[in-house]
Each structure stands twice: as C-alpha cells, then as structure tokens.
C-alpha cells in the first residue's frame, strides 16, 4: 500500500485527483498507476486502469490471475469491471469512497451481481493515510 500511497502523491503533484494503484504478482510490482484522467483527456485513466494496463503489457496477457491490486481509494463500478474482466485474485484498499465506490459504499457490486470470477477483499489498509491524503487535496482546492 505504500507504493500506492507513492502513487497517489505523483497525482497530487500532476494536479489529479490523488489516487494510487500498483499491481503485485508474485511479491513484485508489475504495474503502477496513478490517477491521470486530465493530463491524459481520458476518463478511464483512473489509477487502477492505468496500473492494470501495465501489468498487463507486462505480464503480455490481458488476464491477470494470482494478483493483488493495492489501492488507495476503494475503486468505482468502472475500476471494478475491469478487475473482474483481469481475472484479479485480491484487491486490498485504504479508504472507502463514499460518492463512487463500488465495493461497499454505494453500491456491493462484487457481492451483488453474480460473476464468473470472485475477487477476494480486504479494506482499511493505510486507511487513515489514504484518507488524508484526499481530504487534504481538495481542502487545498477550496
């Protein structure tokens, strides 16, 4: 989660909303993003998609079996259609988000919609930094 953490702080320094993702196979960070929907004018560049677009040219599949996404923020509807469509074994976030997170705040996409593929989850990690860091952000803003 730290790296994540690392993350997140390149999106405040890019003016982004600071969140962080990297992808681990194997105890190795294979991907990593932050978010960078502005600078890249592309409303999917969220950190999580980001990260997994390079874990997958890494690992050369668009499957991502037997890995764990650390990230900030608890992931949107749109983050967490594509874990499931990477096959992604474990995601572990900091903060709940309670506008767009689709995980347990505004919606349990993942226990409610019936998959083919079951991602394991586990929140609360680094919870108070990852917090932070967003409120800071956007108090900064206003």
Excluded: W
């Excluded at 983050?79 to 705040?105: D, N």
Aim: proline residues 5%; hydrophobic residues 45%.
């Amino acid at each position: 989660m730290e790296a994540a953490l690392d993350q997140a702080k390149l999106a405040v320094s890019a003016d982004e909303v600071p969140v962080g993702a990297v992808v681990v196979y194997d105890d190795e960070i294979i991907g990593q993003g932050y978010n960078q929907p502005r600078a890249m004018a592309d409303p999917t560049a969220h950190a999580e998609i980001v990260a997994l677009r390079a874990a997958c040219a890494y690992a050369n599949n668009y499957r991502l079996p037997g890995a764990t996404v650390y990230v900030t923020l608890e992931p949107c509807l749109m983050c967490i259609g594509s874990l499931i469509h990477a096959r992604v074994y474990r995601l572990v976030y900091g903060a709940a988000e309670p506008k767009t997170g689709a995980v347990e705040s505004i919606c349990r996409t993942l226990d409610d919609l019936p998959h083919n593929h079951v991602v394991k989850v586990s929140t609360g990690v680094l919870e108070k930094e990852c917090k932070c860091l967003v409120q800071n952000f956007f108090r900064a803003k206003r």
